[in-house]
């Protein structure tokens, strides 16, 4: 096995759903019905990641992305294509593949609800056979990383969203897996959680080389955290680059911020190759006393947002 820890070639996931129909008619008409549509959710996705390396997967709602990761992690079989984490065909050998990765859904705990979170950790020790040394000095890095003193004694179901969140973090990284997704792990919190999290997510990387998938709809998440973006759209992959490839891009483009009368600031996102931006400032001066201007580079949320309306392809 190479340097690669994931790769995917023609991918594909289809679903086949049933055409519902309205009304108490079209529910009975529904239970003899026969009427399927397919939905291509991954669509012909090549992809490979290397060992160590933190990729954002990203796309909008709906995109395919929570589907990859299922794939990846074995809980859903490919309808076609192939698909290797850590050289394991994760669907048909599960287990295997459960002992390198380790897996964070935003939305819900994977930890046991009622126990304090000291005792899940060793149960995972018992269950991935983790050495006592490997263990406590995995806890001495995490000590390291961020104060987990507040929660190593609270049973999952007194913490905040914020703490659970931590939590399942630490826990996925617990046995020293070779691969972790993380899917919306940032999703609900709070600001200074949100950089908590980021800096413990990119400390683990750093020193442990794990390689992490991360889909967020966050771009503070992707700023911090991502060199590479994958971007996929309708199943299919659209972008697969550095980041700073994807602003380069858009390199004509400038956001316009104009601090008004009343001290807010007022922002416009101007394509300098098509727009005088002068002429932009004096118009808007015209109308309204202007106190301040500045003038920045495109950010990472505008480049994604330009990229899901497809003008960049
Ligand atoms: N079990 C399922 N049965 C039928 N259709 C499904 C199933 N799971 C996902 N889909 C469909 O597949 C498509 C991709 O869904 P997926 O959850 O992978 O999107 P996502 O990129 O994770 O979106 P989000 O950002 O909203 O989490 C959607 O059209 C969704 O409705
Ligand atoms: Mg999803």
Redesign the pocket.
Known sequence: MGNEAIVMKDLC?D???LNRHEGLKGSIRDLFSRDYKT????KNVDLTVNKGEMIGYL????????????MMTGV?EPTSGEITVNGVVPYINRKKNCENIGVVFGQRSQLWWSLPLIESFKLLRDIYMVSEKDYQDMLELYRSLVDIEPVLHKPVRQMSLGQRTLSDILAAFLHNPDIVFL??PTIGLDVSMKAKIRSLIAGLNEQKKTTVIL?T?DMGDVDALCKRIVI?DK?QKIYDNNIEHLKSYFGSYRTLRLKLDDDTWEETLIDESRTDIMEVINRADRQKKIRDIELIEISTEEVIKKIYEGEAS
Do not use: Q, R
């Not at 939905?39 to 991954?42: G, R």
């Not at 796309?59 to 299922?70: E, H, L, M």
């Open positions: 996931k679903f086949k759903v939905v291509n959710a991954v796309g909008p709602n709906g995109a395919g992305k929570s589907t990859t990761i299922k859903l899917d919306e889909t709809h996929i199943g």
